[in-house]
């Protein structure tokens, strides 16, 4: 752009000084028509450094993904090219997956025959519930037998009271009555009784040892009568003692259960829970055996093949992968950026692409690099003999959504520029030497 401005310039001195001779071609005009151009270029490059500044290096920047396997084991397969595009999702390798299918079978098992016993545990506890309540069933029933028998008890003492009283009664009065019948017979030996009073005497003191006699029969048949009542009070004592001893039994039983089955974890037995996270872990241990791409990109300089064996160290990567996706960057010195503002034009120019301009925008400043922090150490910082030299800012891109699709291989350098809201009837001088400079990397300068 200097060279045609210089050209134009030119053309107009000669046209001025030597074709039409309007002014005269002497020192002070020679001096002057040299002098101007040199102002002229030097304040239009300092102001376009101010208001469009440029940078010769702009980097195409993309992500590199470490591969590393989750887990160890023999490689069985690499389905995929290096340097060749690949899609995300694609699979990147393979590891033998019998050792963990293996450990996967196990603990299915396990948990198979962890879940059957917390059935199990379940019905027993049920069983044992059923237990207790038959338990207290019998309980009450044999409660309510002994109080039957009680009352049975206290009946048969009553009766056998009532017998007593009567043996008692009929004994007085058969003494009573054999009292008389002597007393008769004395009368009736000196002729001053009966005999007919003797005789029914006799016969009432005869109707009494009878009746004494059924007396004191029935005055037995009660004792035994009682006697069987009390035992049959004992016999429900202790059907009552045992059906305590029962309940017992079957609550201590019941609570053993319940003690099983308390410890559980989201309403499941902790064994099971335990086997479960283990069978999970196992699982996805098992589907990590196959590793695939993390985004679109590429996987640079493959040397995975299969027979080796992989482990899962963080300084032992197996393959390196480029994302798809990239960022462009722009270094500029400090005072180049006072005018520059997120959301101003740029354009960029790579000899990747000659001939081509790509539109982008500025996305933000960066500000922040290297000189501007301090290792931990407990040493002193030094301060150096020199001043350090000034280090660069990198202004990230956005790339237009018209060249976005472009191809922009990792580590492409090239120039670019930035147009701020100044200056804006500058730009068209810096946007003409950005495209000469993009025309220029048609040309290949080497001899061989």
Same mark, same amino acid.
């Given at each position: 752009?200097?060279?045609?401005?210089?050209?134009?310039?030119?053309?107009?001195?000669?046209?001025?000084?030597?074709?039409?001779?309007?002014?005269?071609?002497?020192?002070?005009?020679?001096?002057?028509?040299?002098?101007?151009?040199?102002?002229?270029?030097?304040?239009?490059?300092?102001?376009?450094?101010?208001?469009?500044?440029?940078?010769?290096?702009?980097?195409?920047?993309?992500?590199?993904?470490?591969?590393?396997?989750?887990?160890?084991?023999?490689?069985?397969?690499?389905?995929?090219?290096?340097?060749?595009?690949?899609?995300?999702?694609?699979?990147?390798?393979?590891?033998?997956?019998?050792?963990?299918?293996?450990?996967?079978?196990?603990?299915?098992?396990?948990?198979?025959?962890?879940?059957?016993?917390?059935?199990?545990?379940?019905?027993?506890?049920?069983?044992?519930?059923?237990?207790?309540?038959?338990?207290?069933?019998?309980?009450?029933?044999?409660?309510?037998?002994?109080?039957?028998?009680?009352?049975?008890?206290?009946?048969?003492?009553?009766?056998?009271?009532?017998?007593?009283?009567?043996?008692?009664?009929?004994?007085?009065?058969?003494?009573?009555?054999?009292?008389?019948?002597?007393?008769?017979?004395?009368?009736?030996?000196?002729?001053?009784?009966?005999?007919?009073?003797?005789?029914?005497?006799?016969?009432?003191?005869?109707?009494?040892?009878?009746?004494?006699?059924?007396?004191?029969?029935?005055?037995?048949?009660?004792?035994?009568?009682?006697?069987?009542?009390?035992?049959?009070?004992?016999?429900?004592?202790?059907?009552?003692?045992?059906? *305590?001893?029962?309940?017992?039994?079957?609550?201590?039983?019941?609570?053993?259960?319940?003690?099983?089955?308390?410890?559980?974890?989201?309403?499941?037995?902790?064994?099971?829970?335990?086997?479960?996270?283990?069978?999970?872990?196992?699982?996805?241990?098992?589907?990590?055996?196959?590793?695939?791409?993390?985004?679109?990109?590429?996987?640079?300089?493959?040397?995975?093949?299969?027979?080796?064996?992989?482990?899962?160290?963080?300084?032992?990567?197996?393959?390196?992968?480029?994302?798809?996706?990239?960022?462009?960057?722009?270094?500029?010195?400090?005072?180049?950026?006072?005018?520059?503002?997120?959301?101003?034009?740029?354009?960029?120019?790579?000899?990747?692409?000659?001939?081509?301009?790509?539109?982008?925008?500025?996305?933000?400043?960066?500000?922040?690099?290297?000189?501007?922090?301090?290792?931990?150490?407990?040493?002193?910082?030094?301060?150096?003999?020199?001043?350090?030299?000034?280090?660069?800012?990198?202004?990230?891109?956005?790339?237009?959504?018209?060249?976005?699709?472009?191809?922009?291989?990792?580590?492409?350098?090239?120039?670019?520029?930035?147009?701020?809201? *100044?200056?804006?009837?500058?730009?068209?001088?810096?946007?003409?030497?950005?495209?000469?400079?993009?025309?220029?990397?048609?040309?290949?300068?080497?001899?061989?």
């Amino acid at each position: 752009m200097e060279v045609l401005l210089l050209g134009i310039y030119s053309f107009f001195v000669w046209l001025i000084f030597i074709k039409f001779k309007w002014l005269p071609w002497n020192i002070v005009s020679q001096v002057t028509v040299a002098v101007i151009p040199i102002v002229a270029l030097t304040s239009l490059i300092l102001y376009l450094n101010v208001v469009a500044p440029s940078s010769a290096d702009v980097r195409v920047i993309k992500k590199v993904v470490q591969i590393l396997p989750q887990v160890r084991g023999r490689v069985i397969e690499v389905p995929v090219d290096g340097n060749r595009p690949i899609k995300k999702g694609d699979v990147l390798f393979k590891v033998d997956p019998t050792p963990y299918q293996l450990a996967v079978n196990q603990l299915e098992a396990q948990l198979a025959t962890a879940q059957a016993a917390d059935r199990e545990l379940q019905e027993t506890l049920k069983a044992a519930t059923g237990k207790v309540a038959e338990a207290k069933s019998g309980i009450a029933q044999a409660k309510a037998s002994v109080e039957g028998a009680k009352e049975s008890v206290k009946a048969a003492d009553a009766i056998v009271e009532q017998a007593a009283s009567r043996v008692v009664e009929i004994s007085a009065r058969l003494e009573l009555a054999k009292l008389r019948v002597g007393q008769y017979r004395e009368l009736v030996g000196t002729g001053a009784g009966s005999r007919f009073e003797l005789e029914k005497a006799e016969t009432d003191a005869k109707d009494l040892d009878a009746q004494l006699v059924t007396a004191r029969s029935a005055e037995t048949e009660a004792r035994a009568s009682a006697a069987k009542a009390r035992a049959a009070l004992e016999q429900a004592k202790g059907v009552l003692s045992q059906a *305590n001893a029962g309940q017992s039994q079957a609550a201590a039983g019941e609570r053993q259960v319940q003690e099983k089955l308390s410890g559980r974890v989201n309403d499941e037995l902790a064994q099971v829970a335990l086997i479960r996270a283990q069978l999970e872990s196992a699982k996805w241990d098992l589907s990590q055996t196959v590793t695939y791409a993390p985004a679109d990109g590429t996987v640079i300089n493959l040397q995975l093949r299969p027979g080796a064996y992989v482990v899962p160290m963080p300084l032992q990567p197996v393959m390196s992968f480029v994302e798809e996706d990239y960022d462009a960057i722009a270094l500029f010195m400090q005072n180049e950026l006072v005018k520059v503002e997120p959301g101003n034009e740029a354009e960029v120019s790579l000899p990747t692409y000659p001939g081509r301009v790509i539109k982008a925008t500025v996305d933000s400043i960066i500000w922040a690099q290297g000189q501007g922090q301090l290792a931990l150490s407990g040493n002193i910082p030094q301060t150096g003999a020199a001043p350090v030299p000034p280090g660069r800012f990198p202004v990230r891109l956005k790339i237009a959504d018209k060249d976005k699709g472009l191809f922009l291989a990792a580590g492409a350098v090239g120039h670019g520029a930035i147009y701020t809201h *100044n200056g804006e009837w500058s730009h068209i001088l810096r946007k003409v030497i950005l495209r000469v400079d993009s025309y220029l990397n048609y040309l290949i300068l080497k001899m061989h």
